[in-house]
């Protein structure tokens, strides 16, 4: 079970990296994610700190 949930624990990390990055920039015009760019960066923030405390404790 571990091995499978890792991989996907880390294409979701990128998924939120790039929706930050996303909203964060203006790269994409008419981008749908400028208004809830707060809301993306404490989910990121909130998911990938869970992540690292759930790592921690599995080892």
Same mark, same amino acid.
């Given at each position: ?8 624990e880390i294409?979701i990390?990128?998924?939120?990296l #790039?929706l930050?990055i996303? #909203?964060?920039t203006n790269?994409?015009?008419n981008?749908?994610f400028? $208004? !809830? $760019?707060?809301?993306?960066v404490?989910?990121?923030? #909130? !998911?990938?700190?869970s992540?690292i $405390? #759930?790592y921690?404790?599995?080892n």
């Open positions: 079970m571990n091995k499978l949930l890792r991989p996907l294409v990390s990128i998924i939120t #790039a930050v996303l #909203a964060l790269i994409w015009p981008n749908p400028i $208004k !809830y $760019k707060f809301l993306i404490i989910f990121s923030i #909130a !998911y990938n700190r992540l $405390k #759930a921690k404790n599995r």
